[in-house]
């Protein structure tokens, strides 16, 4: 029997006690009424009474409150079921106001009265975001940097102020401690099956977030204070999320519902799936096919780390981490250490072989989950900061054919018949050729072609007719600006032998080597992006930092050749600011050269990156000291080419020092493309 079929929990027993017992143990009747006032406002006092503490520090005694707080749980249950829909809108609605998603919390409502326990646990996960938002925003209201960490969030003094210490511990009875029931975590790590989460808690939150916004309105009118909520955040350039083919996922005239359908069955059979959590890959595909994506996304998240995890706990022989929930582990067996290198142990996570070469599904993971430059899915659903009703469609394409390719990877041998499937197959194929695009590999590569194109405009800018500018004297600087274009090409024919021959002329080095096609070629070359050691990625830093000011000149030269032209054809500029502009002009002589030579030179320090590794400590410092000077000269070219500074002259002294300066760093064979040969 595969061991997804066996498995019956993924919760260790004293998880699984806690969450699914305890709150039981106690079967008093708790009267609502002791509660809830006649006019709808939460009695805390008599909330707050239910938490227990320890004698030893006084701090919360998580297993005694929710032994005693479980009936209070079940009896605000039965409440709301005794309601219909519009006397819980007359009653609470106004309550849920401060969180800015008044419509999510009125949809928990109707998922307690049928009790799915797919849809309850899904309810959970979508209010525990809500209100971790929410409460950020609260946070702000007296604090500045708001914690990333719910259980940081939950524990500052800040949040104490606004409502109370002694309401902020009973929330963290539920979600935000790890010795509490931490629902919250359970449910966004994948631990938690759908049957194993009690509605009653549910319900509790529902009723608790309602509290919170009947103590906040009291705060706010005590203080004069309004609670700004912060904007969802919104994904740009989706086009770059675009991995697999939209076409074989949209449900429009391009597919019916015939990949989705292939998928059910591969749920059904994939030994990725753990048999507990089928019900919530089934929601996952039907959400899908009902346009509700971030419903979509949100369930299958966590199934694809409770998938992987079985992966990683089977690969490494280390069958225990499945079923551990535990205080100071939930939050390490996650992505972070199942992509990992090495386990804790020092030695090496298998997992990464097992998902295949070129480590497709780690790329992908590392990309949509992980960096900081990419969406980040699942830290910004789960903390609330996307606009669930707005999630892009193409965000959850992404997700659900990731998915499938997972579910066909690990699958049986006798499953072909799937895997060749004429809408299968492009998805496995695209899989298999995937490559980071949000590693700063990836992204520093992509700065470097945008930079040249910008640098490719200059030749199309608007100038003076010569004889205008023969006009005026003392602008003798032609001899100095051949100088040191000559340097360049000095410079170039040295490192020619590092680059691709067919991009190479020594006739004309700057015109035949300084192009856009050899920065293509050489960004095409494929680079190891997972496990970057920390030199690499030090290395990567100042790179890319070199690349964006390249593109801040290269900018602000577009810019003002365009408005000095114009204003020289209006005759609108004074007779300095005529001169100046003829300088300006002068300056791009060399500059356009200068510029494409550098991104050429980190482009080619980029493709050998890794070979940092190789030097010693001291000759690591010497080679980061010169990318610093080469940062440096740019830097100060953005400052002298600026509108404020207009120092033109200045640039030529200044790049005359930057070339002497890597001439030497060349000579002495201190560059990473020349540790290659």
Same mark, same amino acid.
């Given at each position: 029997?595969?061991?997804?079929?066996?498995?019956?929990?993924?919760?260790?027993?004293?998880?699984?006690?806690?969450?699914?017992?305890?709150?039981?143990?106690?079967?008093?009747?708790?009267?609502?009424?002791?509660?809830?006032?006649?006019?709808?406002?939460?009695?805390?006092?008599?909330?707050?009474?239910?938490?227990?503490?320890?004698?030893?520090?006084?701090?919360?005694?998580?297993? @005694?409150?929710?032994?005693?707080?479980?009936?209070? =749980?079940?009896?605000?249950?039965?409440?709301?079921?005794?309601?219909?829909?519009?006397?819980?809108?007359?009653?609470?609605?106004?309550?849920?106001?401060?969180?800015?998603?008044?419509?999510?919390?009125?949809?928990?409502?109707?998922?307690?009265?049928?009790?799915?326990?797919?849809?309850?646990?899904?309810?959970?996960?979508?209010?525990?975001?809500?209100? !971790?938002?929410?409460?950020?925003?609260?946070?702000?209201?007296?604090?500045?940097? =708001?914690?990333?960490?719910?259980?940081?969030?939950?524990?500052?003094?800040?949040?104490?102020?606004?409502?109370?210490?002694?309401?902020?511990?009973?929330?963290? %009875?539920?979600?935000?401690?790890?010795?509490?029931?931490?629902?919250?975590?359970?449910?966004?790590?994948?631990?938690?099956?759908?049957?194993?989460?009690?509605?009653?808690?549910?319900?509790?939150?529902?009723?608790?977030?309602?509290?919170?916004?009947?103590?906040?309105?009291?705060?706010?009118?005590?203080?004069?204070?309004?609670?700004?909520?912060?904007?969802?955040?919104?994904?740009?350039?989706?086009?770059?999320?675009?991995?697999?083919?939209?076409?074989?996922?949209?449900?429009?005239?391009y597919l019916n519902h015939e990949t989705l359908s292939?998928?059910?069955?591969?749920?059904?059979?994939?030994?990725?799936?753990? @048999?507990?959590?089928?019900?919530?890959?089934?929601?996952?595909?039907?959400?899908?096919?009902?346009?509700?994506?971030?419903?979509? %996304?949100?369930?299958?998240?966590?199934?694809?780390?409770?998938?992987?995890?079985?992966?990683?706990?089977?690969?490494?022989?280390?069958?225990?981490?499945?079923?551990?929930?535990?205080?100071?582990?939930?939050? @390490?067996?996650?992505?972070?250490?199942?992509?990992?290198?090495?386990?804790?142990?020092?030695?090496?996570?298998?997992?990464?072989?097992?998902?295949?070469?070129?480590?497709?599904?780690?790329?992908?993971?590392?990309?949509?989950?992980?960096?900081?430059?990419?969406?980040?899915?699942?830290?910004?659903?789960?903390?609330?900061?996307?606009?669930?009703?707005?999630?892009?469609? !193409?965000?959850?394409?992404?997700?659900?054919?990731?998915?499938?390719?997972?579910?066909?990877?690990?699958?049986?041998?006798?499953?072909?018949?799937?895997? !060749?499937?004429?809408?299968?197959?492009?998805l496995m194929n695209c899989a298999s050729c995937y490559?980071?695009?949000?590693?700063?590999?990836?992204?520093?590569?992509?700065?470097?072609?945008?930079?040249?194109?910008?640098?490719?405009?200059?030749?199309?800018?608007?100038?003076?007719?010569?004889?205008?500018?023969?006009?005026?004297?003392?602008?003798?600087?032609?001899?100095?600006?051949?100088?040191?274009?000559?340097?360049?090409?000095?410079?170039?024919?040295?490192?020619?032998?590092?680059?691709?021959?067919? =991009?190479?002329?020594?006739?004309?080095?700057?015109?035949?080597?300084?192009?856009?096609?050899?920065?293509?070629?050489?960004?095409?070359?494929?680079? =190891?992006?997972?496990?970057?050691?920390?030199?690499?990625?030090?290395?990567?830093?100042?790179?890319?930092k070199i690349s964006t000011q390249c593109h801040q000149?290269?900018?602000?030269?577009?810019?003002?050749?365009?408005?000095?032209?114009?204003?020289?054809?209006?005759?609108?500029?004074?007779?300095?600011?005529?001169?100046?502009?003829?300088?300006?002009?002068?300056?791009? @002589?060399?500059?356009?050269?200068?510029?494409?030579?550098?991104?050429?030179?980190?482009?080619?320090?980029?493709?050998?990156?890794?070979?940092?590794?190789?030097?010693?400590?001291?000759?690591?410092?010497?080679?980061?000291?010169?990318?610093?000077?080469?940062?440096?000269?740019?830097?100060?070219?953005?400052?002298?080419?600026?509108?404020?500074?207009?120092?033109?002259? !200045?640039?030529?002294?200044?790049?005359?020092?930057?070339?002497?300066?890597?001439?030497?760093?060349?000579?002495?064979?201190?560059?990473?493309?020349?540790?290659?040969?």
């Open positions: 029997m595969a061991l997804s079929d066996s498995v019956t929990t993924c919760l260790s027993p004293p998880v699984h006690y806690v969450i699914c017992k305890l709150g039981f143990e106690k079967k008093d009747t708790y009267d609502i009424n002791n509660i809830l006032s006649e006019n709808g406002e939460v009695c805390w006092q008599a909330v707050t009474e239910h938490v227990c503490y320890l004698e030893s520090d006084q701090s919360v005694d998580y297993i @005694k409150s929710i032994r005693s707080l479980g009936p209070v =749980c079940e009896s605000i249950n039965l409440h709301f079921k005794s309601l219909t829909k519009e006397q819980f809108v007359i009653q609470y609605a106004l309550w849920f106001r401060w969180t800015n998603y008044t419509e999510l919390f009125l949809e928990v409502f109707d998922v307690l009265q049928y009790t799915q326990t797919t849809e309850v646990a899904l309810g959970l996960m979508k209010l525990t975001s809500c209100l !971790e938002r929410a409460l950020g925003d609260v946070y702000l209201l007296i604090g500045k940097d =708001c914690p990333f960490l719910l259980r940081d969030l939950l524990a500052s003094e800040q949040l104490a102020v606004v409502f109370g210490q002694a309401v902020m511990n009973v929330l963290r %009875v539920f979600i935000g401690s790890p010795y509490g029931l931490n629902l919250r975590n359970v449910l966004w790590h994948g631990f938690a099956s759908p049957q194993e989460i009690p509605v009653k808690y549910c319900a509790m939150l529902l009723f608790l977030t309602a509290g919170l916004g009947q103590l906040l309105q009291t705060y706010l009118l005590q203080t004069k204070c309004i609670l700004v909520h912060r904007p969802y955040v919104i994904f740009v350039s989706l086009e770059e999320l675009d991995a697999f083919p939209g076409k074989y996922l949209t449900i429009s005239k292939i998928a059910e069955e591969l749920v059904k059979l994939s030994s990725f799936v753990l @048999k507990t959590m089928l019900p919530f890959w089934m929601a996952a595909l039907t959400a899908f096919k009902q346009s509700r994506y971030a419903d979509c %996304v949100i369930l299958l998240l966590p199934q694809l780390e409770a998938g992987l995890r079985l992966l990683f706990t089977t690969t490494n022989q280390c069958p225990n981490r499945l079923l551990t929930a535990e205080v100071k582990f939930l939050s @390490k067996v996650s992505y972070d250490l199942m992509l990992a290198k090495h386990l804790d142990n020092e030695e090496v996570n298998q997992l990464p072989a097992v998902l295949e070469e070129p480590a497709m599904a780690s790329e992908f993971l590392w990309d949509f989950l992980n960096h900081q430059e990419g969406p980040r899915i699942r830290d910004r659903l789960s903390h609330g900061e996307i606009n669930l009703e707005a999630f892009p469609r !193409e965000v959850a394409n992404q997700i659900v054919a990731f998915a499938i390719t997972l579910l066909c990877r690990f699958s049986d041998e006798d499953m072909f018949a799937f895997k !060749e499937h004429m809408v299968i197959k492009p490559r980071s695009r949000f590693h700063p590999i990836s992204r520093l590569k992509k700065q470097v072609l945008e930079c040249m194109k910008s640098i490719h405009l200059w030749p199309e800018l608007p100038t003076v007719p010569k004889e205008h500018i023969q006009t005026i004297k003392g602008l003798e600087g032609n001899a100095e600006a051949s100088t040191l274009i000559l340097m360049i090409s000095e410079i170039i024919s040295q490192l020619q032998q590092y680059m691709p021959q067919n =991009c190479c002329s020594s006739d004309d080095p700057i015109n035949s080597v300084l192009t856009e096609r050899l920065l293509i070629e050489l960004c095409d070359t494929c680079i =190891c992006t997972l496990y970057s050691p920390r030199p690499v990625l030090e290395i990567l830093v100042v790179l890319r000149v290269s900018e602000q030269v577009i810019a003002s050749t365009e408005l000095r032209y114009k204003q020289w054809m209006n005759k609108t500029l004074r007779s300095r600011q005529r001169h100046n502009y003829l300088r300006m002009l002068n300056s791009i @002589k060399f500059l356009s050269p200068v510029l494409r030579f550098i991104l050429v030179l980190i482009t080619l320090e980029l493709v050998n990156v890794h070979l940092v590794c190789r030097k010693n400590p001291f000759d690591y410092q010497q080679y980061l000291k010169f990318l610093k000077s080469v940062l440096q000269y740019t830097e100060n070219l953005v400052t002298y080419t600026s509108p404020e500074k207009n120092k033109w002259d !200045e640039t030529m002294e200044l790049t005359n020092k930057a070339l002497i300066k890597i001439r030497k760093i060349s000579d002495r064979k201190l560059m990473l493309m020349q540790l290659a040969t």
